[in-house]
């Protein structure tokens, strides 16, 4: 479970952003009054270093040629301070204004000695509620900085194998970083889908139950909504990675490029995916309006086999129920019983009838 900060949420505004020139770097998100707080990791095959700063300026001392530099950052509404880091390494205006800018979608921009990627981390927070997160990230030649908007990622297992020095991470550069950083991301879009597996499931299972909450409409639109921006951020990522693995740039290690094929085909999967579950959420309330339609349809045969029986009742006792005075039936004995049966009788044919034609 992914350990979250406490922050202060507040609805993004990209009106924020209006009638300013371009390269104005301004912060469009939800998590405002966040501390801006500084990660880095230093590390080689050999040696690794780990510490935590709110300082920008502690980062900027790592410039090893044989080492690998992540920095990340957590908190964007110190826009002061981003600029500061934007500005040691070089990077663009526009790069710091998308990096601030959480309604910017997945991409990647080249530049000639660095690249820029944007992604949406998901995640579903202890409350039940899917996060989706904005990150962008920079590659550099032996660096790499990721820029978060609040404390906690998915980029746990990521640190572990850096400080255990598990498997190729620490002998490779900083390009097959920022692939197991993406991988990070992509699996755990694995975990979110399967999360909307089950809830499809269990909301299936719900609709075509006797009995229906009164609200199932307003959760299977939820669930859409969900499923829209599940596929806002996974859809365009896809692109992301496929341009990635495709660049003939000196940054990209030639052997990374295989690591970042596969990639592209576990992207593959999710997005294939997401089309599936989309599919089965689009259809859910046409589902629940065909067995509510279903239902409907039985209560209204029922009352019309009750209809149809006592219309020629109702026919029988109308005629026996008028007051004239020469009704010959009327002086009769056993007038009474013989209509008795005779009702008895039609009541009896008539739902042999209908049994017979299968309207029961």
Do not use: C
């Not at 999360?195 to 639109?221: G, H, Y």
């Not at 596929?231 to 496929?242: G, K, Y």
């Not at 990374?256 to 593959?268: C, F, G, Q, R, S």
């Not at 997005?271 to 629940?288: A, K, Q, V």
Request: glycine share 4%; net charge negative.
């Amino acid at each position: 479970m992914v350990k979250r900060t406490r922050y202060l949420l507040k609805r993004p505004k990209s009106t924020k952003a209006l009638h300013q020139a371009p390269g104005t770097v301004t912060y469009v998100g939800r998590k405002e009054q966040v501390e801006t707080v500084l990660e880095v990791i230093d590390y080689n095959a050999e040696a690794f270093e780990r510490f935590v700063s709110k300082t920008p300026e502690d980062a900027f001392k790592f410039e090893e040629e044989d080492r690998t530099t992540w920095i990340n950052i957590d908190g964007l509404s110190n826009t002061a301070e981003i600029e500061k880091i934007g500005k040691y390494y070089d990077l663009h205006p526009l790069i710091i204004e998308d990096i601030v800018n959480t309604n910017q979608r997945p991409k990647i921009d080249e530049y000639s000695d660095y690249f820029f990627i944007v992604a949406k981390m998901l995640y579903y927070r202890e409350d039940g509620r899917l996060e989706n997160e904005h990150i962008s990230m920079v590659l550099g030649k032996n660096y790499v900085i990721t820029f978060q908007e609040a404390g906690g990622d998915v980029f746990d297992g990521v640190r572990e194998r850096l400080s255990k020095a598990k498997g190729r991470i620490r002998s490779r550069g900083a390009d097959y970083l920022v692939f197991a950083l993406l991988d990070a991301i992509v699996d755990n879009y694995f975990v979110v889908v399967e999360e909307m597996s089950d809830k499809i499931e269990a909301m299936e299972e719900r609709v075509f139950d006797p009995q229906p909450n009164d609200d199932i409409t307003l959760e299977i639109q939820e669930l859409k909504r969900t499923m829209l921006r599940i596929r806002r951020a996974v859809n365009p990522l896809r692109e992301v990675v496929s341009r990635l693995e495709k660049m003939d740039h000196e940054l990209i290690q030639e052997q990374t490029i295989n690591y970042l094929k596969d990639l592209y085909d576990h992207m593959l999967q999710v997005s294939e995916n997401i089309e599936i579950y989309r599919e089965m959420t689009w259809g859910l309330m046409d589902m629940y309006m065909t067995s509510i339609s279903n239902k409907m349809n039985e209560v209204m045969k029922v009352l019309t086999i009750m209809a149809s029986i006592f219309i020629p009742l109702t026919f029988l006792a109308g005629i026996y129920g008028m007051n004239f005075e020469y009704m010959p039936e009327l002086h009769f004995k056993f007038s009474y019983p013989i209509l008795l049966v005779i009702m008895s009788v039609l009541i009896v044919g008539m739902l042999i009838y209908f049994r017979r034609k299968r309207w029961l």
